[in-house]
């Protein structure tokens, strides 16, 4: 029986993507910085672990308390929107080191392993506003992008092992929690000169009849990108961002 481990589990696409796995017979370790146990059904295939993508301490433990593992996801992830001239660099540096340097870390830890077993899979969750510029997300999207751009090098790096890796790409889904999460990290909507900017973003990403992303599209994209061998490096996830991809 095959072990995934996914990062960001306490809700959103990651709690999702690991009932997905758990719900297919996959032994499932997942992850988030507090620890709930209520939140997964309870399983013999089930391990619920600590983990801050941010902490080199953390991600060592918790590689080494998982064990054996045979594909990892990394999901965690936090969001921000400013326009530029109003952004926090100590908000980009957060973004930035769990988005990107977070991913970065997590994949480092599993590789050894990956390689000496020539085998395994890492799937990073990244975005679709990587796949065109808006407005009020420059940090996040480019942090994100910069996830896409080092999946690319992993992916020609470790073919010869054996190892495979992929990015998925989901588009807007408001049956999550991330926007709320995020707003603590959103500002400058209402200053005078950006408030009609934000309007019209804000106005787009509330239209009921527009495509959107639902977690059964991210959780299909995971798996295909994890089980099937012969799955596309880029994995659009979400009717607006297949969309978007075709433009």
Known sequence: MKTVLITGCSSGFGLEIA??????????VATMRSPRTDLLPASARLRILPLDVTNEASIRQAIEAAGPIDAVVNNAGIGTAAPVELLSMDTVR???ETNTFGTMAVTQAVL???????????????????????????AYRASKAAVNSFTET???EVAAFGIRAHIVLPGRAPDTRFGENGHGRMHGFDHEAYAPIAQ???????D??????????VNEAVWQAVTDAHAPFRIYAGADARAWAAE
């Open 19 to 28: 009932r997905y796995f758990l719900e297919r017979d996959w032994n499932v």
């Open 94 to 96: 957060d973004v930035f």
């Open 112 to 138: 050894p392993q990956f390689r000496q077993r020539k085998a395994g899979v890492v799937v990073n969750v990244t975005s679709s506003v990587t796949l065109k510029p808006l407005p009020l997300v420059s």
């Open 154 to 156: 992993l992916a020609a």
């Open 200 to 206: 019209q973003l804000m106005s787009s990403l509330t």
């Open 208 to 217: 009921a009849s527009a495509p959107i992303t639902k977690v059964e599209d």
